[in-house]
């Protein structure tokens, strides 16, 4: 009696502990958490603006010859500025000289000359009145021979300089048109209005141009040496500076006027009328920049 009970208990047990297993369910497994990753972001750095530089402004001139002070020069100018409006080449009294020309025969005549005694100026050195860049050159042709021209912009002069040349008022479109005797069937040059700027044309140089359109000039720079390429007035050596003011930037490509043993196109003798007669490039008297102490030698 005692076993059967001790049996019954024992397969209750049994049954009731196969019951609970089977209601276990496990624990549900935790997710793993997703983990958004931080991506770095570029470190913003200040820009640097670039300092503009300050260009002294041009407050003198150079000698245009070496070893010739400025005040020298009006010992040997040959020929001086005759200038006579409206503007016309002609002869005798009607003839205009838009420049100067300054030549000699004996450094003893000049009063300050610091270089080797000489009895010529032929090949005696040009130096750059301004500072610059070439705009045009010519290689011995008529009437300008061996040629070089450098623009100066007028704003980077100085005020007392600017005072002291007295640059003229630009003529008027309508007073220009009024008496330019140049093609106007002709391509224009071009240049900027907008601005005005100095050039320097020297003349008759002996020998052909070293220097290229674009290339920047220094005061006092060595550009070429005295000659009689050209019309030369009688063949004797001179330099023939010619100093005007007009628009910027002008693109005169090559100046030239026919002569019996140098025919010029007619495009380039338009450039010739155009720098030479138009007014567009109004002449100045070179002596105006050495009439006073502002030089630079």
Request: glycine share 6%; with cysteine.
């Amino acid at each position: 009696m005692k076993r059967s009970l001790l049996a019954l208990l024992l397969s209750g047990f049994l049954l009731s502990g196969c019951a609970s297993m089977e209601q276990l369910t496990p624990a549900p497994t935790a997710l793993p958490t997703q983990v958004t990753p931080v991506i770095p972001t570029a470190t913003s750095t200040a820009t640097l603006t670039p300092t503009a530089t300050t260009v002294p402004l041009v407050s003198g001139v150079c000698s245009p010859l070496a070893n010739i002070t400025l005040e020298d020069l009006r010992y040997i100018t040959s020929n001086p500025f005759i200038l006579k409006y409206p503007f016309r080449e002609g002869v005798g009294d009607f003839k205009n000289h838009p420049a100067i020309d300054l030549g000699f025969y004996h450094t003893s005549t000049i009063p300050h000359y610091t270089g080797d005694p000489l009895n010529t100026d032929d090949g005696y050195p040009i130096q750059a009145l301004l500072p610059g860049k070439v705009v045009a050159l010519t290689d011995d042709r008529f009437p300008y021979g061996n040629m070089l021209m450098i623009e100066t912009p007028v704003e980077t002069l100085a005020p007392e300089l600017l005072a002291q040349i007295q640059l003229p008022d630009p003529l008027t479109e309508e007073d220009i048109q009024q008496h330019s005797p140049c093609d106007q069937s002709l391509p224009k040059l071009t240049w900027d209005d907008n601005h005005r700027s100095i050039y320097a044309l020297y003349a008759h140089m002996k020998d052909s141009p070293t220097l290229k359109v674009g290339d920047t000039v220094t005061c006092g720079q060595i550009i070429g040496a005295i000659g009689a390429t050209g019309n030369s007035s009688e063949n004797i050596e001179h330099l023939h500076l010619e100093i005007r003011v007009g628009p910027s930037d002008a693109q005169f490509g090559t100046i030239a006027y026919s002569s019996n043993t140098d025919i010029a196109t007619d495009q380039e003798r338009y450039n010739y009328c155009t720098w030479a007669l138009s007014e567009e490039f109004y002449p100045i008297d070179p002596a105006l920049f050495w009439s006073s102490a502002s030089s630079q030698q």
